[in-house]
C-alpha cells in the first residue's frame, strides 16, 4: 500500500421515481434526467483524481453513475454485490412512502430516529457497514485512488465505520445525490477530507 491512499464514496444520482415509491433493492429504476446531470458534474469533480478503479454496486441507478464517473478515466466498471442497497427497505419496495406508516406503521418513524437498533429488518446496519468496509478493503488493496458508488445508508455506514463514528450518527448529514466523500489512509488510519455535493435543486 502506498504511503497515503484515497478512497472516494460516491451516493448515486437522482432517480426517476415519479409514483414516489420506496425502491430499494429492485432494479430498473434509472436516473433521472437532473440525476444524469448530477453525475456527469460528479464525474468532472473527480476527473482529476488519480482514480485507478471505480466499483459500483449492481443496480442500475449505480451502474449509470459509475459509468459516469468511470468514463474520464479510461476504465471499465467493476459490480460488487456488497455494495447493494441496505435490505431494510427490501420489506417496503414499491410502496409509496406516504403509505408506509399506515401499511408498516412505526416503522418509518424507527428508521429515522433511531436507524441503528431496528428489530423489525433482516439486515442491521451494522452488517451493511460490515459488508461495506470488506468491499473497500478488497477493492482498494494495492491502489492508489478508487471509487465506490453506492447508496445513501450504505454510503453513510462505510463513511462512519471507516473513520472510527458511531452508527447512531447514521441520520445525521447525510450525503445528497451524487455526493462525493473523499477519505484519505495514512498508517492504516481513514480520515474524512472532505464532502462535496452537486446542486441539489
Same mark, same amino acid.
Given at each position: 500500500?502506498?504511503?497515503?491512499?484515497?478512497?472516494?464514496?460516491?451516493?448515486? @444520482?437522482?432517480?426517476? !421515481?415519479?409514483?414516489?415509491?420506496?425502491?430499494?433493492?429492485?432494479? +430498473?429504476?434509472?436516473?433521472?434526467?437532473? @440525476?444524469?446531470?448530477?453525475?456527469?458534474?460528479?464525474? %468532472?469533480?473527480?476527473?482529476?483524481?488519480?482514480? %485507478?478503479?471505480?466499483?459500483? &454496486?449492481?443496480?442500475?441507478?449505480?451502474?449509470?453513475?459509475?459509468?459516469?464517473?468511470?468514463?474520464?478515466?479510461? /476504465? *471499465?466498471?467493476?459490480?460488487?454485490?456488497?455494495?447493494? %442497497?441496505?435490505?431494510?427497505?427490501?420489506?417496503?419496495?414499491?410502496?409509496?412512502? %406516504?403509505?408506509?406508516?399506515?401499511?408498516?406503521? @412505526?416503522?418509518?418513524?424507527?428508521?429515522?430516529?433511531?436507524?441503528?437498533?431496528?428489530?423489525?429488518?433482516?439486515? &442491521?446496519? *451494522?452488517?451493511?457497514?460490515?459488508?461495506?468496509?470488506?468491499?473497500?478493503?478488497?477493492?482498494?488493496?494495492?491502489?492508489? /485512488?478508487?471509487?465506490?458508488? &453506492?447508496? =445513501?445508508?450504505?454510503?453513510?455506514?462505510?463513511?462512519?465505520?471507516? $473513520? @472510527?463514528? &458511531?452508527?447512531?450518527?447514521?441520520?445525521?448529514?447525510?450525503? +445528497?445525490?451524487?455526493?462525493?466523500?473523499?477519505? $484519505? !489512509?495514512?498508517?492504516?488510519?481513514?480520515?474524512? =477530507? +472532505?464532502?462535496?455535493?452537486?446542486?441539489?435543486?
Amino acid at each position: 500500500m502506498t504511503t497515503s491512499q484515497q478512497i472516494v464514496l460516491v451516493r448515486h @444520482g437522482e432517480v426517476a !421515481n415519479p409514483h414516489h415509491v420506496v425502491y430499494a433493492d429492485l432494479d +430498473g429504476f434509472s436516473l433521472s434526467s437532473r @440525476g444524469v446531470r448530477q453525475a456527469e458534474v460528479a464525474a %468532472e469533480r473527480l476527473a482529476a483524481a488519480p482514480v %485507478e478503479l471505480v466499483v459500483s &454496486s449492481p443496480l442500475t441507478r449505480a451502474t449509470e453513475t459509475a459509468a459516469a464517473i468511470a468514463r474520464p478515466h479510461g /476504465c *471499465a466498471v467493476v459490480v460488487d454485490e456488497r455494495l447493494t %442497497e441496505w435490505r431494510l427497505s427490501s420489506r417496503w419496495a414499491g410502496v409509496r412512502w %406516504e403509505e408506509l406508516p399506515d401499511r408498516f406503521p @412505526g416503522e418509518l418513524e424507527a428508521y429515522l430516529e433511531h436507524p441503528h437498533d431496528l428489530s423489525f429488518t433482516q439486515e &442491521s446496519i *451494522a452488517a451493511v457497514a460490515v459488508r461495506m468496509r470488506a468491499a473497500v478493503a478488497d477493492r482498494s488493496a494495492q491502489r492508489q /485512488c478508487v471509487v465506490f458508488v &453506492s447508496h =445513501q445508508d450504505p454510503v453513510q455506514a462505510a463513511r462512519l465505520a471507516l $473513520t @472510527g463514528r &458511531s452508527l447512531s450518527a447514521l441520520p445525521h448529514g447525510k450525503p +445528497g445525490h451524487a455526493a462525493v466523500i473523499t477519505l $484519505t !489512509n495514512t498508517r492504516a488510519r481513514w480520515s474524512e =477530507q +472532505g464532502l462535496w455535493e452537486p446542486p441539489q435543486e
